[in-house]
Each structure stands twice: as structure tokens, then as C-alpha cells.
């Protein structure tokens, strides 16, 4: 489902794509930075269905992220998730999720695919690139501790890609599933909702922790 969209100009829509296990509050930054530099009517969260480039890990059920993702943009008006990439069997490409949300809005839409500014420096490594920037623009959002090295956007076709600032979120999937392992907490770097679904649904647990609490100083400091 998506909004009805303003009548008289060509809709633009934002296409958030991730894992999002778990979503995070760096995600929603993103998309909702993304949203106002570009105006955008929407933006679209799509949850991926096999990560194809995660697959040396275990990623959970694609209901449990999809779940997670509704709970996080519910508050939204601007906001809504799309099941294309986990209804459809077999690795996720964007090249796909692109072409059916295309289709969804009628062809007559302008797509910004916002993405971690790393990620873009992978992103001839997706498949059909080529097509993927005929079907949407790419916006790549700068993230804390993954400085863009400007070389690596060599190649990328300059007039449908794009480099936004966004204000520094250093939060990671990675570091909000090995804190629920430890049992430390990830209230405020996730929505409220998602912390409950974790815990009901007791995801992480067996993820290996890697513990973030303070080392006791010898000669005193945090206890
Ligand atoms: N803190 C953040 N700020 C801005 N963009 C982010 C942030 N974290 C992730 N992203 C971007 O959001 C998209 C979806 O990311 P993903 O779901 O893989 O989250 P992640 O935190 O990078 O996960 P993981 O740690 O499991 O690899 C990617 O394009 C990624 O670059
Ligand atoms: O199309 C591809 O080949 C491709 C390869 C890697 C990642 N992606 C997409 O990039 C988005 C972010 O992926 P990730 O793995 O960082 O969560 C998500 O929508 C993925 O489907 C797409």
C-alpha cells in the first residue's frame, strides 16, 4: 500500500533497501534525511529476502524483518514496507525489487534507491548495474566509520548518482544483535517496538556477543 500521491507532478519515491535485521535508528535517519533533501512523496522500506552477499551468515526469518520494519515506520505517514523482495524466492537483486515497484506505481514514478555511501562502492558488483540506473536514481547516505574514498565511485554513471551527509548514527545491525547476545541494551538505537519484538520473539540470543561494557580501570573509572 502507498499513499495517494500528490496530484499534478510525477510522483518521486524513495526506495529503502536492507536487511534490517534488526532496523535500526541509522535507517530511519537515512530514509527521513533522504526524504526531505529530495522531496520525496514516500519513501519505501524493502526488506531483503536471501541477501545473496550475506550468505556466509545467518540472517533471520524474512517475517520476523518485515514485522520489525512495519513496527519501526508505523509512526510514519511518509513511510510504508514493501513484501516484494521476501515474497520472491531465490537471491534478492534490487534490479528486481526496482522493476516491480516500477510496476506497482505504474511506470510514471522517478525511484531514489537510498544506500549506505560504502555500499556504493560495491554496487557495479549488483546485478544488471546498468539497468538499475536506467530504472532508479542512487542516493549513497555518508555513515560514521565508512569514510567514501571518492576514487570508488569511479565508473558510477555521475548523473544518477548521488552523496548525502546525514547526521552521524554510528549504529550497526551487527552491534544491535551482539548487544541482545550479551544482554546489553539497544533501547534508543532501535524504535521501541523493535527492542519488545526482540525480546518476545527472542532473537540474537545465540549470536556470538562481543561484550561493550566498560573494562574496570585499575585505578578507578566507571564500575
Ligand atoms: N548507521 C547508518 N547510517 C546510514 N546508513 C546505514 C546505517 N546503517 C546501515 N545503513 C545502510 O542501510 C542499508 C541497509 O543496511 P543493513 O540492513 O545491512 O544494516 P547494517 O547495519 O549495515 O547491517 P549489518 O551490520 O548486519 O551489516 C545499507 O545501504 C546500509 O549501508
Ligand atoms: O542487486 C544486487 O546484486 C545486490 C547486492 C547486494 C545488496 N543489494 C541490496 O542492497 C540493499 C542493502 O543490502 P544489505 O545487504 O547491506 O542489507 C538491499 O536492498 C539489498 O537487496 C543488492
Not at 75 to 104: K, M
Not at 129 to 141: K, Q
Request: net charge negative.
Amino acid at each position: 500500500m502507498s499513499l495517494p500521491l500528490e496530484v499534478g507532478r510525477r510522483p518521486r519515491v524513495g526506495v529503502m533497501g536492507g536487511t534490517f535485521d534488526p532496523i535500526h535508528h541509522g535507517h530511519l535517519v537515512a530514509a527521513s534525511e533522504v526524504q526531505a533533501w529530495y522531496d520525496l512523496d514516500e519513501v519505501v522500506f524493502v526488506p531483503t529476502g536471501e541477501p545473496w552477499q550475506k550468505a556466509d551468515r545467518k540472517v533471520s526469518p524474512g517475517e520476523d524483518r518485515y514485522l520489525m520494519t512495519v513496527i519501526a515506520t508505523a509512526s510514519n505517514p511518509r513511510f510504508w514496507v514493501s513484501r516484494v523482495d521476501i515474497d520472491r524466492d531465490g537471491p534478492t537483486y534490487t534490479v528486481d525489487t526496482l522493476r516491480e515497484l516500477r510496476a506497482h506505481y505504474g511506470g510514471d514514478v522517478d525511484l531514489y534507491f537510498i544506500t549506505g555511501a560504502d555500499a556504493l562502492a560495491q554496487i557495479l558488483t549488483w546485478r544488471n548495474a546498468e539497468e538499475m540506473f536506467e530504472l532508479a536514481e542512487f542516493v549513497g547516505c555518508t555513515r560514521p566509520g565508512h569514510d567514501i574514498d571518492m576514487h570508488t565511485l569511479d565508473g558510477l554513471p555521475s548523473d544518477r548518482v548521488a552523496i548525502v551527509e546525514i547526521p552521524a548514527l554510528a549504529i550497526s545491525s551487527t552491534d544491535c544483535r551482539e548487544r541482545v547476545a550479551n544482554q546489553e541494551p539497544v533501547w534508543y538505537l532501535v524504535p521501541d517496538g523493535v527492542v519488545q519484538y526482540i525480546a518476545k520473539h527472542r532473537l540474537y540470543a545465540d549470536v556470538a556477543a562481543t561484550s561493550h561494557r566498560p573494562h574496570r580501570h585499575p585505578k578507578g573509572g566507571p564500575q
